[in-house]
């Protein structure tokens, strides 16, 4: 044979492989069959169930996130998915000691008079603080001592705490730390300050009894439960009520800090009351909820492609009932809404196909952790982990991929150009990032898995996040339709190519 027209058999071998996808492998009749059953009435149906009372905000740890986990389980075990967790089951268990906030407790200002006497100033929940979701029980009465970002870090020569003797105190502090820069390899050098559940530990080290977190006023069960700490997220009135008469600002102080690095930790002389009321569930244990649509081919089916998102939610905090519609119902269902279409639809993929329903993401990305020293899959044989956390409520969609994978976003553009015709943005990774990891995706990036993410850009309705506002309204089913339409073609495409371009 000639070497052109070798070359000529070679380029139309490319040609072929890369068009062999909805019409050959898949027959497009039963492919547009099952892409069309994903519907955006179902859709609706399954948020208003997983956000029901029933399921609590689905608290990792508690038995209404095991009800959830119960539910989402018996959905795919319904369609045909497969059991892919321990022993044959759809969990996959970690310990998680949680707590349950029994009751809204109190937040109080103590306004002493001219006469001698004391006005307490009573704050409401939700709107000027929000209770502590792994605090301590009890009640702390104090006065209010302001340690700016609440940091003890020598070898950085700072420390919020120097000079101050807070025992017995409340202390009131910032998220985040006096350096910013998270694409700095400085920042490496801050990022174990910046955690929550340092900051919680923190103060009860140096002893005080009471924090105020000045961290958005939300629900966030992701601080260290610590017996003798009692904790509350407060919000702008009472932050105001403090620096009253005081000559000083919140905001003014931390820029000042940002610039200078030198912490400006004062007594406010202001008393106030914290009480919480919790019980503390040290057996606690949860679960990872995973199942699996096993590849055909006899070697490719060895390869696995991961979609998963977090299934818990932030809870019920004394009443203040957080469903979680949004955050993350919405990639949840979408994970189904694609697994029952793969699944029902009989069409035979390659490669195996893996839904993982994450667990305890809200109180520190402990499922995902978890999965990722203990995967089902081993990690080489992992095409990509795509993660999907908060994807209902937009008009667009937006993939995004680890520069290590950037390649893959061809199988979803092509899917939307071909079926879907939504505007869609594509990008890959940013570069470094050396932040406090929010998200499970960039738990598996920093374990070395190609990661992805999934999103619906261009919110049309407002967003509750870590509020009771959050439930199955919040979420727009349509786009949520396409979401999952978008998985379904891609995920045919890419479990089938011949060879992954990535
Ligand atoms: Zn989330």
């Known amino acids: 044979m000639r070497k052109g027209s070798k070359r000529f058999i070679t380029l139309l071998a490319a040609i072929a492989c890369s068009v062999l996808t ?3 492998d898949a027959d497009e009749q039963l492919l547009l ?14 948020m208003a169930e997983i956000c029901s009372p029933e399921f ?12 959830a986990a119960d539910w989402v389980a018996g959905k795919m075990s319904e369609w045909g998915v497969k059991p892919a967790g321990n022993k044959g089951t759809y969990y996959q268990w970690f310990d998680h000691p949680y707590t349950v ?35 301590g029980s009890g009640e702390a009465t104090a006065e209010v001592v302001w340690v700016g970002y609440g940091v003890t870090a020598p070898e950085l020569n700072y420390d919020d705490y120097k000079g101050l003797d807070v025992r017995g105190k409340i202390v009131l502090m910032n998220r985040d730390v006096p350096y910013k820069d998270v694409r700095n390899p400085e920042y490496a050098k801050w990022v174990r300050y910046c955690y929550h559940q340092y900051k919680s530990e923190n103060a009860a080290e140096h002893g005080a009894a009471g924090m105020l977190y000045i961290d958005g006023n939300s629900a966030n069960p992701n601080i260290s439960y610590l017996e003798n700490l009692v904790v509350c997220g407060i919000g702008p009135e009472p932050l105001a009520d403090i620096f009253a008469g005081l000559g000083k600002e919140n905001k003014t102080l931390l820029e000042q800090i940002d610039k200078t690095f030198k912490p400006a930790s004062f007594s406010t002389g202001k008393t106030m009351t914290v009480r919480a009321n919790t019980t503390r569930h040290p057996e606690g244990r949860t679960c990872n909820v995973i199942g699996m649509i096993e590849g055909s081919d006899p070697v490719l089916k060895d390869e696995v492609i991961i979609i998963g998102g977090h299934l818990d939610a932030v809870g019920n905090a004394g009443g203040l009932l957080v469903a979680g519609g949004y955050d993350n119902a919405s990639g949840i269902i979408d994970i189904m809404a694609a697994a029952k279409a793969l699944s029902e639809s009989g069409i035979k993929l390659k490669r195996t196909l893996l839904f993982l329903m994450i667990g305890a993401e809200e109180t520190g990305l402990r499922g995902s952790k978890f999965y990722t020293k203990n995967p089902i899959f081993p990690k080489e044989k992992t ?4 993660n999907l956390d908060m994807v209902g409520n937009g008009t667009g969609l937006a993939v995004s991929a680890s520069a290590t994978c950037s390649g893959l976003t061809d199988y979803f553009t092509r899917a939307n150009d071909k079926y879907i015709h939504r505007p869609m943005r594509v990008s890959t990774s940013a570069g470094s990032f050396y932040g406090r990891p929010r998200s499970d995706g960039l738990v598996f990036l920093a374990d070395g898995f190609r990661t992805m993410s999934i999103s619906a850009p261009d919110g049309v309705k407002p967003v509750y996040y870590h509020l009771p506002g959050d439930d199955e309204t919040a979420v727009t089913p349509e786009i949520m339709e396409d979401v999952a339409k978008l998985i379904y073609l891609s995920f045919i495409d890419m479990a089938n190519a011949y060879t992954l371009n990535y």
């Open 22 to 24: 909805y019409a050959q």
């Open 33 to 46: 069959k099952h892409f069309h059953s994903i519907s955006s009435e179902e859709i609706a149906g399954w």
């Open 56 to 67: 609590n905000g689905r608290l990792a740890g508690t038995p209404e996130y095991l009800a």
């Open 101 to 135: 906030v029994n009751d809204q407790g109190a937040l109080q200002l103590h306004l002493p008079q001219k006469d001698g006497k004391t006005v307490m100033k009573s704050y409401s929940a939700p709107s000027d603080y929000y209770p502590g979701m792994n605090s």
């Open 383 to 386: 095409v990509t982990y795509i």
